[in-house]
């Protein structure tokens, strides 16, 4: 539980929000102070002179792409996943999954469906500008956020969830250096098993390699700690 | 896979730098401004 919530705060925490705001800050200053174009490459003027106008800027601007691409693509990789899951627990829609009843997935059809469908909205409001489309999803967003929380508020165990969020901050904050530079090496499968709690050395090997995968992946502690932060903030504790 | 991360990341040490120094000469230019400004009434 402890590491759940210091490995979710490294990534949606501090650490996270420092690299958006070094990145906003620095666009946002050359832009709106300067009116120089809203590149990365602008960022390094200061410090290189004329050099960013050349193949110097070319290089960083391109870094900058693929640092995008890599990003949105992870992003909206797990995003359409996530939705189709979503979207078949809610409606039941067959065509959603792969028919597997024992372990369903989303089949390709559904993802292609989802991908469709989430390119669309943020095509249109990408297009729409700041003042519109953007505006409208993230007034949404914040809404349907502040329901999620009156829902734990209402329905789940309020007390304990606050409780450990107080102490996954105060832990996160007495280890911020040691994450900061933490090199992440991920554990063989082997020695993940054999490091798992023996309460569940009687899962099932198809269960224990999902938890691997979920424990190794770069977005590990959304994709095992954000689902069973949530499932246990709606169920009671004993 | 660390290591395909350096380039992004020698980028945003940079772009620090950069800004740091940016802000750093916009103060000097502020408090010169200011000196010339104060000059001139006298």
Redesign the interface.
């Known amino acids: 539980m402890q590491s759940a919530y210091r490995y979710t705060f490294l990534h949606f925490g501090f650490h996270a929000w420092a690299?958006y705001v070094?990145?906003g800050?620095?666009l946002a200053?050359?832009a709106y102070?300067r009116d120089m174009p809203l590149t990365?490459r602008t960022?390094?003027?200061?410090?290189f002179g004329k050099a960013p106008n050349g193949a110097l800027g070319h290089l960083?601007d391109v870094?900058?792409v693929v640092?995008t691409i890599l990003g949105v693509s992870a992003t909206i990789g797990f995003g359409v996943s996530q939705l189709v899951d979503g979207i078949y627990a809610v409606s039941g829609v067959e065509w959603l999954m792969n028919g597997d009843a024992t372990a369903p997935k989303p089949s390709t059809v559904g993802l292609l469906a989802a991908l469709f469908a989430i390119m669309s909205m943020s095509i249109l409001s990408a297009i729409s500008g700041v003042a519109r489309g953007i505006k409208y999803l993230s007034n949404l967003n914040l809404v349907l956020s502040i329901i999620l929380l009156i829902t734990f508020v209402v329905f789940g165990s309020f007390l304990f969830s606050m409780t450990q969020f107080g102490l996954g901050l105060v832990d996160y904050i007495l280890h911020f250096v040691q994450l900061s530079f933490h090199?992440?090496g991920p554990q063989s499968a082997e020695n993940f098993s054999a490091s798992l709690p023996t309460a569940m050395n009687s899962l099932p090997a198809e269960d224990i390699a999902s938890i691997y995968s979920g424990a190794t992946s770069a977005w590990g502690s959304l994709v095992i700690a954000v689902p069973n932060l949530i499932h246990l903030m709606l169920c009671e504790i004993p | 896979m660390?290591v395909g991360a350096l380039?992004?990341t020698i980028?945003?040490v940079?772009?620090?730098?950069?800004?740091s120094?940016?802000?750093f000469?916009?103060g000097l230019r502020e408090k010169a401004g200011n000196a010339i400004l104060a000059d001139a009434k006298i």
């Open positions: 690299i070094t990145t800050l620095a200053y050359y102070t990365i960022a390094l003027i200061p410090l960083v870094l900058g640092a090199a992440y | 660390i380039p992004f980028v945003m940079l772009m620090v730098i950069a800004l120094k940016a802000l000469r916009d």
